[in-house]
């Protein structure tokens, strides 16, 4: 089968496609045909080697980074952390799902998205997609959706209260921008002047252009203030939260790495519900992959990146 591999940290032209061995499914794992996955940033931050802390926490995460993952390149060859496609193969144990069913799916620190099969555990973040979603639509949820939720859960979030999230355009934001509507919320949504029609079309009360107005400065206060991005400092947000408001920084611990089936089920609901969408930027070919990370790199991405393994028929 053909699959992108990474055999060294660098730029994106370290990433090749080669021929590999199609994998086969153990008894709890289905193999899924992949139709579609996308360059998430962690898969842009391994390839880089470039944990993405700050200067002085990456320099001291860097040696940990190479213990846990790879001391000259990667340990797993084949990134990718997001995917969508139709199961092929059941192994003698699976019970949730049967051969022909459409499925979006979180690897984690596994990978391995970037081909054309990949053989998933049964009972890990998987999902049958709602019969109103493409595959290109379902393939960027699984990871990014699941951030997200954990935070505007870890918010408490109640009806009416004033939520305003920082990155609103990007994956994890767009998403955020969703959940925090559906809870109740008044959103205001923070972004770049390019970005903010997008924005206010996800149904944000309010968008702020932060290259036009500074919301740490203003008299406005929040009940819940994420920055789904990083890049505002602690103290300068806090500025703007209520005096037992609460704020959250996706760079923070989301509650593990590890991905619930419960909370993929959570948003599969909203999605076939029509309330949480993948916002998509651009869309690539598996053979482009490398102007994929390139566009990634650049920090410029509005929502999610899509790259297309096998054509949907």
């Known amino acids: 089968m ?16 080669q021929d590999i061995a199609k994998p086969n499914p153990k008894d709890n794992e289905v193999l899924v045909k992949i139709h579609a996955t996308t360059v998430h940033v962690g898969d842009t931050k391994i390839r880089g080697f470039r944990p993405g802390l700050g200067k002085i926490q990456d320099f001291m995460f860097k040696p940990i980074m190479r213990f846990m993952i790879g001391f000259k390149g990667p340990r797993k ?14 192994g003698k144990d699976v019970e949730l799902f049967k051969r022909g069913d459409r499925v979006f799916a979180a690897t984690e620190s596994n990978f391995g998205a970037y081909a054309e099969y990949i053989c998933v555990p049964e009972k890990s973040a998987m999902a049958e997609i709602p019969v109103n979603m493409s595959f290109e639509e379902a393939a960027p949820i699984a990871n990014g959706g699941i951030t997200a939720l954990r935070f505007m859960r ?8 004033k939520v305003l999230i920082y990155g609103a355009s990007g994956s994890v934001g767009s998403y955020a921008v969703q959940l925090a509507r559906h809870f109740g919320a008044s959103v205001v949504g923070v972004c770049s002047t390019t970005n903010v029609e997008m924005v206010r079309s996800l149904g944000v009360d309010r968008v702020i252009d932060y290259t036009q107005e500074d919301y740490t ?10 920055d789904a991005v990083g890049m505002v400092s602690p103290a300068q947000s806090k500025r703007a939260l209520k ?12 509650g593990g ?3 619930y089936g419960e909370e ?13 969408r993948a916002v998509i930027d651009k869309r690539f070919s598996l053979d482009q992959i490398v102007e994929a990370h390139r566009y990634v790199d650049k920090g410029h991405k509005k929502g999610n990146v899509i790259v297309t393994v096998i054509a949907e028929t």
């Open 154 to 161: 870890k918010a408490n979030i109640q009806p009416d209260q």
């Open 217 to 226: 400065k203003s008299s406005e206060l929040y009940d819940v203030i994420f």
């Open 257 to 259: 790495l590890k991905l």
């Open 243 to 254: 005096p037992e408001g609460m704020y959250l920084n996706v760079l923070r611990s989301s």
């Open 264 to 276: 993929l089920n959570y948003l599969q609901n909203l999605m076939a519900k029509g309330e949480l």
């Open 2 to 17: 053909k699959a992108v591999i990474c055999t060294k940290y660098g730029p994106p032209e370290v990433l090749e496609i």
């Open 77 to 90: 060859k084949v990134l990718g952390m997001e995917l969508a496609g139709s199961i092929e193969e059941v």
